[in-house]
């Protein structure tokens, strides 16, 4: 009891004290010039789509005098406004009062956090207002155009409301590769640019990636945002010697493989087979004892409509070295090998050719309407156009005995051939495309002029009105597409897009065709001509390759 009186009477000394204490300070407030931003208002919702440009002009209110933008330093932050995602960062968006930038963000169902920073240079004092993003997907279906400008490797995505019918206006982003890789571009020479299903397995059939390539490099990209996934020897299970790519090709809808050619060899990526081997290509595929002799592929690969269990091998390459079509095993094996076809009737050898002895080189290859593969070949004199019977199964039953038998037809592979260099410009054709509806026809362009060539009549049927002068084509692209998307199967095969270069400037037009005849065939322009395109897009480097990307909104259609 004694304690708690002393604690008690030392207490109230010590507040007796401070109430007689006279404060004798000299205090000088100064109060401070708020900033407040009054338009848009805080909490104000914006949504744009994905790799459009967000602007933003902020007006400011001072609570004394207006002070000038010199006085004032400005930062605009987004970051992912999810507070179960600790890891979410703030990007820098602009550091000038007026926000013009382009939102790279990857699209979210949950919307993003935009913060305007104010600082007063004088004071320090910093007043923050916080906006709100949705960002929407604005890369679905579409075309991407490989161009080599002023000697960069460049990437750009093209959709027109007709290629892609749930947009109300065309997109045409450009760079897509450097802005989504802090600036980055493939070293070298740009070759080609292809899509790929699946990348994993048959299970999992969602996977989808670009491949890009240069003389120099390969890289896998996303086709969702052009985000580098995996780039040279980190592709490749053995780092190959050299990386030069000439083709990367998935282009059958069932086969589980993709075919990548480099440096004049083939290697797999066996999505059903191998799928501990991820991402990865496999070794280069050796030949076994049927094909004898050095082995240096064309650019090309057939891959089959049917299943490689019914046809017994995945896809077919050409070897210039010994001017033959050779086969890849099926993908089921782990390491799948190459092999020879079948020794051919000799009757089907001496009225069309042999398919194991083609005996002149390869310009180009195809797959038309039917799985019908098309090839156009040169003796260094003339060019040939052949036609071969590659989608048949390795087996049939026989009708007498009912049991399973060879298929006569692997015997006789080839089905037709023509003298292209009689056809109109057929030695100078550069640029080559099948459509996927066109029976008996497949289409081919000069440096002015795309025709259509007729198998039946033999002839060339020219498309276009000339092109404005000093336009040459280099590439062209009918808008086949290969896996099922639903939104485009009345659109498949119905648009050709055909690249053009004046020598400092890049287009590409846009032409409505009848997808089984492959004619032009605009029937909604004004003045009725059928040969007008539906649309011009200008602004490209020189294009070297374009490749059709097909994906839905769910990205999970196809």
């Known amino acids: 009891m004694r304690r708690t009186v002393d604690i008690s009477f030392i207490i109230f000394v010590l507040l007796g004290l401070t109430a007689c204490y006279e404060d004798k300070g000299n205090y000088d407030y100064t109060e401070l010039n708020e900033i407040s931003v009054v338009s848009p208002a805080a909490g104000t919702y914006f949504a744009i789509d994905r790799y459009d440009t967000l602007h933003i002009e902020p007006q400011l209110a001072f609570t004394q005098d207006v002070m000038d933008d010199g006085q004032l330093e400005f930062l605009w932050e987004m970051y992912l406004d999810d507070w179960a995602n600790t890891e979410a960062k703030a990007i820098v968006l602009g550091r000038e009062r007026n926000l013009n930038a382009m939102i790279s963000r990857p699209e979210s169902t949950t919307d993003y956090a935009l913060v305007l920073t104010v600082t007063d240079k004088l004071t320090g004092a910093a007043y923050r207002t916080k906006y709100r993003v949705s960002i929407q997907p604005s890369v679905l279906s579409g075309l991407m155009v490989l161009q080599d400008d002023q000697g960069r490797c460049r990437l750009d995505y093209l ?8 947009f109300v206006e065309n997109r045409h982003i450009k760079d897509v590769y450097a802005a989504n890789n802090d600036g980055a571009s493939l070293l070298g020479t740009p070759r080609g640019v292809s899509y790929s299903l699946v990348e994993k397995s048959s299970y999992e059939p969602q996977v989808k990636n670009l491949y890009l390539w240069t003389d120099r490099q390969v890289a896998r990209i996303k086709t969702t945002d052009f985000s580098l996934e995996h780039i040279d020897n980190d592709l490749f299970m053995v780092a190959p010697q050299k990386i030069d790519v000439t083709n990367i090709d998935r282009s059958a809808r069932y086969s589980y493989c993709t075919i990548m050619l480099n440096d004049g060899q083939a290697h797999a990526l066996n999505q059903q087979a191998t799928m501990s081997f991820g991402y990865q290509f496999s070794r280069q595929l050796k030949p076994n004892s049927s094909l004898e002799g050095n082995i240096r592929f064309a650019p090309f690969v057939y891959e089959p409509d049917l299943f490689d269990s019914q046809t017994g091998y995945t896809a077919i390459l050409y070897d210039q070295i010994g001017q033959r079509f050779v086969k890849v095993a099926s993908s089921r094996d782990v390491e799948p090998m190459l092999i020879a076809f079948n020794q051919q009737d000799e009757d089907n ?85 099948c459509g996927r509806f066109a029976a008996n026809t497949f289409m081919y362009a000069s ?47 119905t648009l050709l897009y055909v690249a ?55 990205d999970t259609a196809f």
């Open 159 to 166: 959709a027109s409301t007709y290629a892609e019918p749930s």
């Open 349 to 433: 050898i001496t009225s069309l050719f042999d398919v194991n002895h083609i005996g002149m080189n390869m310009v180009w290859m195809g797959r038309n309407y039917g799985s019908i593969a098309c090839a156009v070949f040169t003796d260094g004199v003339k060019r040939y156009l052949y036609r071969m019977r590659f989608n048949i199964t390795s087996t049939t039953t026989d009708s007498s005995s009912g049991e399973e038998i060879i298929n006569p037809m692997v015997y006789r592979q080839a089905y037709g051939k023509d003298d292209f260099s009689a056809a109109t410009e057929g030695d100078q054709a550069r640029c080559f495309e």
């Open 500 to 554: 053009t270069w004046n020598g400092t400037e890049g287009k590409v037009y846009e032409f409505p065709i009848n997808r089984t005849t492959l004619r032009f065939n605009n029937r909604d322009d004004a003045a009725g001509n059928l040969k007008a395109p539906y649309n011009v897009f200008g602004g490209f480097g020189k294009v070297v390759d374009m490749c059709v990307k097909p994906q839905a909104k769910s």
């Open 447 to 493: 440096s002015r002029n795309i025709y259509t060539y007729d198998f039946n009549a033999h002839r060339a049927i020219l498309l276009n009105d000339p092109f404005p002068e000093g336009e040459e084509i280099t590439s062209i692209r009918i808008y086949n597409v290969e896996y099922y998307t639903a939104n485009l199967q009345s659109v498949s095969g």
